[in-house]
T-cell receptor, first 115, second 113 residues
Framework: NAGVTQTPKFRILKIGQSMTLQCTQD?????MYWYRQDPGMGLKLIYY???????DKGEVPNGYNVSRSTTEDFPLRLELAAPSQTSVYFC??????????????FGPGTRLTVT | KQEVTQIPAALSVPEGENLVLNCSFT??????LQWFRQDPGKGLTSLLL?????REQTSGRLNASLDKSSGRSTLYIAASQPGDSATYLC????????????FGKGTRLHILP
C-alpha cells in the first residue's frame, strides 16, 4: 500500500494563478480531508468528504474548491491564488463507521508559496 | 465549540528521562482521541488512537491515557531518546452533528543527547 500520496511536493505560484493539488489514497477509506498548516497555528480543516460525491466545508474553505468523483481521489483546487494561501497542505484519509472516525493517515504534504 | 490545547508548546529534556505530554479538550462528547508525531518538513504519523470507552493505549515506549470526564489526555514517553525529538499533536474526533477532527497546536519536543 502506498497509503496517501500527494503531488506536487513543492510549488510556487504567482498571485492570481490557479492550481490543483492532487491527493490519492489506496486504503479504500471513505473519509478524506484537506488541511493547511501554518507555523504556530496548528492544522486547520479546509474541506472534507465522507464518500464519493459528497463534500463539505471545514473551518477555512474560502478560496478553495474540492471534488470527490471516486473513493481514491480528492483534489483541492485553488482559484486566484493569494499570498494568504502560502502554507503547507496536507491530505488525510480515514475509515469511519458507527464508532466514529478511525485512525487518520496523512500524506507527506505540499509546500505552496504564493508571491 | 471544541477546543484542544497542548501545553507546553515546547519542551527540552535530557536523554533517558521519562516525560509526559499533555492535551486538554473542552467538550467531552468525543468518539476518540489520536496522538500524532510530526518530524520537521514531514507529514503526520499516527502513534496511538484511544476510543472514548478506553482509558489507555500502549505501543512500545509510548502510553496514552484518556480521562474524558475531565477533558484530558496524556502521552507518556519512557526512556526518551534523541530520535523522539519531534512535534507531538493530539486530535479529538467530535461526536455530534459535525463529526469533525480538531487538532491541538502541538508540543515541540527536543531530547538532549
Amino acid at each position: 500500500n502506498a497509503g496517501v500520496t500527494q503531488t506536487p511536493k513543492f510549488r510556487i505560484l504567482k498571485i492570481g494563478q490557479s492550481m490543483t493539488l492532487q491527493c490519492t489514497q489506496d486504503m479504500n477509506h471513505n473519509y478524506m480531508y484537506w488541511y493547511r498548516q501554518d507555523p504556530g497555528m496548528g492544522l486547520k480543516l479546509i474541506y472534507y468528504s465522507v464518500g464519493a460525491g459528497i463534500t463539505d466545508k471545514g473551518e477555512v474553505p474560502n478560496g478553495y474548491n474540492v471534488s470527490r468523483s471516486t473513493t481514491e481521489d480528492f483534489p483541492l483546487r485553488l482559484e486566484l491564488a493569494a499570498p494568504s494561501q502560502t502554507s503547507v497542505y496536507f491530505c488525510a484519509s480515514s475509515y469511519s463507521g458507527s464508532s466514529g472516525v478511525y485512525e487518520q493517515y496523512f500524506g507527506p504534504g505540499t509546500r505552496l508559496t504564493v508571491t | 465549540k471544541q477546543e484542544v490545547t497542548q501545553i507546553p508548546a515546547a519542551l527540552s529534556v535530557p536523554e533517558g528521562e521519562n516525560l509526559v505530554l499533555n492535551c486538554s479538550f473542552t467538550d467531552s462528547a468525543i468518539y476518540n482521541l489520536q496522538w500524532f508525531r510530526q518530524d520537521p518538513g514531514k507529514g503526520l504519523t499516527s502513534l496511538l488512537l484511544i476510543q472514548s470507552s478506553q482509558r489507555e493505549q500502549t505501543s512500545g515506549r509510548l502510553n496514552a491515557s484518556l480521562d474524558k470526564s475531565s477533558g484530558r489526555s496524556t502521552l507518556y514517553i519512557a526512556a526518551s531518546q534523541p530520535g523522539d525529538s519531534a512535534t507531538y499533536l493530539c486530535a479529538v474526533n467530535n461526536r455530534g452533528r459535525d463529526d469533525k477532527i480538531i487538532f491541538g497546536k502541538g508540543t515541540r519536543l527536543h531530547i538532549l543527547p
